[in-house]
């Protein structure tokens, strides 16, 4: 009798075994399974943690996520090889659902921050790879659990990770929440031996770059010696008809339109052009950049009453970080509302002048008027912010952040501001990274643009900008208000270890799931 019960036992498990294994089968060539339990020479962690300290954790080849339907998210790969040849790149999972992008970390001015796309192939530096592995989730991804193994090959050797990506029931929407705009110097790229098409094309790749990561891109050329600013978010001219369709995408929050270099009847022509493509709405006029004498605030009136002559719902956007420095308003920030209300309707505060302090925030939102909108940007080593000395974690929280002090725009003046790109030089005069978050391929052996690791973070500050937002949408703006609180109080009082960070994204993909 008890030879038969346990006989029963056994076929029991087995059968329930089998049936588990019919409810949920492997994807072909997608199992992992003979990756070696117990990793020895690979470095696998989340993507904000400092590289460079891989050696102070455990060995690791596996990791584990939640992620939402339109989000990218990453993980950092250290391998200590046998070797300095190179390793060649394999990814088995499922494409049609999620995309992959192999990166390779390389440093630039002793620091490691830039990501040099890889095709299929990566080359350690001594015997060390750094490799950034991103994971785009497309919009039509299956809700359920997809397992990505990528494989780094160099003869009969293998360095091999798993990544298990839980896709749930949301999707981050096509546009983003808040109008995050960032300049891109039009001239600053490596231009030799292109026609004025390639020129146009090189300048539209980083366009569309900046698009991937929620940013409304536009190029900016300051004009005469002077901070007036020529702004326009398409690589195209504004009669180019490429612009219209290019402005179009939905992608775009909002977008820049010129004016400087326009006559009176080009700049009625583009602002019809705009209006009859639905665009007007979007639109905005950054015309001036940090005005702070009192005839630079009556310029602005002026080009803005030229603009509003042809379009009086027309947005006109002025950064400021103080008020005007003569005059009867003198070193009155809050002037700015008064004297350029009626002319500039989104009016964004450097948060240098901000500093640490909330209530200079909630002073800027009382003076806004109907129609008008509070924006912020970072520059000169605030933080949180984007400067090689800001942290990961202050990467992340410049759009904590704006969600707490609801802003509806964050600016950022250039992503790629050197010196020189070529050579490849920073400028001097400003913090290092200031105005730098991304590179050029050619520096770095590669034939696309590099972006920074620090511009990565800030995306996922983005997604998660969003997030919050879905989940106020679901449970009000008190509650998400507490939530974030677990890990950002304040611009002087926000958490500095990555598990509590990541654990407020776990809460709201859980909160926002279906």
Request: negative net charge.
């Given at each position: 009798?008890?030879?038969?019960?346990?006989?029963?036992i056994?076929?029991l498990?087995?059968?329930?075994?089998?049936?588990?294994?019919?409810k949920e089968?492997?994807?072909?060539?997608?199992?992992?399974?003979d990756?070696?339990?117990?990793?020895?020479?690979?470095w696998l962690f989340?993507?904000l943690?400092?590289?460079?300290?891989?050696?102070?954790?455990?060995?690791?080849?596996?990791?584990?996520?939640?992620?939402?339907?339109?989000?990218?998210?990453?993980?950092?790969?250290?391998?200590?090889?046998?070797?300095?040849?190179?390793?060649?790149?394999?990814?088995?999972?499922d494409?049609?659902?999620?995309?992959?992008?192999?990166?390779k970390?390389?440093?630039f001015?002793?620091?490691y921050?830039?990501?040099?796309p890889?095709?299929n192939?990566?080359e350690?530096?001594?015997?060390?790879?750094?490799?950034?592995?991103t994971?785009?989730i497309?919009?039509?991804?299956?809700t359920k659990?997809y397992?990505?193994v990528?494989?780094?090959?160099?003869?009969s050797?293998?360095?091999?990770?798993?990544i298990?990506?839980?896709v749930v029931?949301a999707?981050?929407?096509?546009?983003p929440?808040i109008?995050?705009?960032f300049?891109?110097n039009?001239?600053?790229?490596?231009?030799?031996?292109?026609?004025?098409?390639g020129?146009t094309?090189?300048?539209?790749e980083?366009s569309d770059?900046?698009?991937?990561?929620?940013?409304?891109?536009?190029?900016s050329t300051w004009?005469?010696?002077t901070?007036?600013t020529?702004?326009?978010?398409s690589?195209y001219d504004?009669?180019?008809d490429?612009t219209?369709?290019?402005?179009?995408?939905?992608r775009?929050?909002?977008?820049?339109?010129?004016?400087?270099g326009?006559?009176?009847?080009?700049?009625?022509?583009?602002?019809?052009?705009?209006?009859?493509?639905?665009?007007?709405?979007?639109?905005?006029?950054?015309l001036?950049?940090?005005?702070?004498?009192?005839?630079?605030?009556e310029?602005?009136?002026?080009?803005?009453?030229r603009?509003?002559?042809?379009?009086?719902?027309a947005?006109?956007?002025?950064?400021?970080?103080c008020?005007p420095?003569?005059?009867?308003?003198?070193?009155d920030?809050?002037?700015?509302f008064?004297?350029?209300?009626?002319?500039?309707s989104?009016?964004?505060?450097s948060?240098w002048?901000?500093?640490?302090?909330?209530?200079?925030?909630d002073?800027?939102?009382?003076?806004?008027?109907?129609?008008q909108?509070?924006w912020?940007?970072?520059?000169?080593s605030?933080?949180p912010?984007?400067a090689?000395?800001?942290?990961?974690?202050?990467?992340?929280?410049?759009?904590?952040?704006?969600?707490?002090?609801?802003?509806?725009?964050f600016?950022?003046?250039?992503?790629?501001?050197f010196a020189?790109?070529y050579?490849l030089?920073?400028r001097?005069?400003l913090?290092?990274?200031?105005?730098?978050?991304i590179?050029?391929?050619?520096?770095?052996?590669?034939?696309?643009?590099?972006?920074?690791?620090?511009?990565?973070?800030w995306?996922d500050?983005?997604?998660e900008?969003?997030?919050l937002?879905?989940y106020?949408k679901?449970?009000?703006?008190?509650?998400?208000?507490s939530?974030?609180n677990?890990?950002?109080?304040?611009?002087?009082?926000?958490?500095n270890?990555?598990?509590?960070a990541?654990?407020l994204?776990?809460?709201?993909?859980?909160?926002?799931?279906?």
């Amino acid at each position: 009798m008890k030879s038969s019960h346990l006989l029963y036992i056994i076929l029991l498990i087995t059968l329930l075994s089998t049936a588990c294994k019919d409810k949920e089968p492997e994807t072909p060539g997608n199992s992992g399974d003979d990756i070696p339990a117990i990793a020895t020479n690979t470095w696998l962690f989340n993507s904000l943690d400092d590289m460079e300290n891989y050696t102070t954790t455990t060995p690791e080849n596996r990791y584990d996520m939640d992620v939402v339907r339109n989000e990218y998210e990453s993980v950092q790969l250290v391998i200590q090889t046998d070797s300095k040849k190179s390793l060649t790149i394999e990814r088995s999972g499922d494409a049609d659902a999620i995309e992959f992008q192999c990166r390779k970390v390389a440093a630039f001015n002793g620091k490691y921050d830039v990501l040099v796309p890889c095709d299929n192939e990566i080359e350690p530096e001594g015997k060390i790879v750094r490799a950034w592995l991103t994971f785009k989730i497309k919009p039509n991804a299956e809700t359920k659990r997809y397992k990505e193994v990528i494989r780094f090959k160099e003869g009969s050797q293998e360095y091999a990770v798993a990544i298990s990506l839980n896709v749930v029931d949301a999707s981050l929407p096509e546009t983003p929440s808040i109008a995050s705009v960032f300049g891109i110097n039009p001239q600053n790229f490596i231009f030799s031996g292109l026609s004025e098409e390639g020129k146009t094309e090189k300048r539209k790749e980083a366009s569309d770059l900046l698009l991937e990561y929620r940013i409304s891109p536009y190029f900016s050329t300051w004009l005469s010696g002077t901070m007036k600013t020529e702004c326009f978010s398409s690589p195209y001219d504004w009669n180019d008809d490429r612009t219209w369709s290019y402005l179009a995408d939905k992608r775009f929050n909002r977008i820049a339109l010129p004016s400087h270099g326009l006559s009176d009847e080009e700049l009625q022509a583009m602002l019809n052009k705009a209006r009859e493509n639905g665009l007007l709405e979007k639109a905005y006029f950054y015309l001036w950049d940090e005005p702070t004498k009192t005839a630079e605030y009556e310029e602005i009136r002026s080009m803005a009453d030229r603009i509003h002559q042809y379009a009086p719902e027309a947005k006109v956007l002025t950064t400021f970080y103080c008020g005007p420095t003569d005059g009867e308003y003198k070193d009155d920030l809050l002037a700015t509302f008064d004297l350029l209300n009626g002319a500039t309707s989104l009016f964004c505060t450097s948060v240098w002048a901000l500093q640490g302090s909330e209530t200079w925030a909630d002073r800027c939102k009382d003076k806004l008027r109907p129609g008008q909108e509070w924006w912020s940007y970072v520059c000169m080593s605030i933080t949180p912010g984007l400067a090689s000395n800001s942290t990961a974690i202050e990467n992340r929280a410049t759009m904590w952040r704006c969600y707490k002090e609801q802003t509806s725009g964050f600016l950022y003046w250039v992503v790629n501001g050197f010196a020189s790109v070529y050579p490849l030089r920073p400028r001097s005069d400003l913090p290092e990274g200031d105005g730098v978050l991304i590179y050029p391929g050619e520096s770095f052996d590669s034939d696309k643009l590099c972006t920074s690791i620090r511009l990565e973070r800030w995306r996922d500050g983005a997604e998660e900008y969003d997030m919050l937002m879905m989940y106020e949408k679901k449970v009000g703006r008190e509650a998400t208000l507490s939530l974030l609180n677990n890990v950002y109080k304040g611009p002087t009082n926000y958490t500095n270890q990555s598990k509590y960070a990541l654990a407020l994204r776990k809460n709201l993909i859980e909160g926002i799931s279906e």
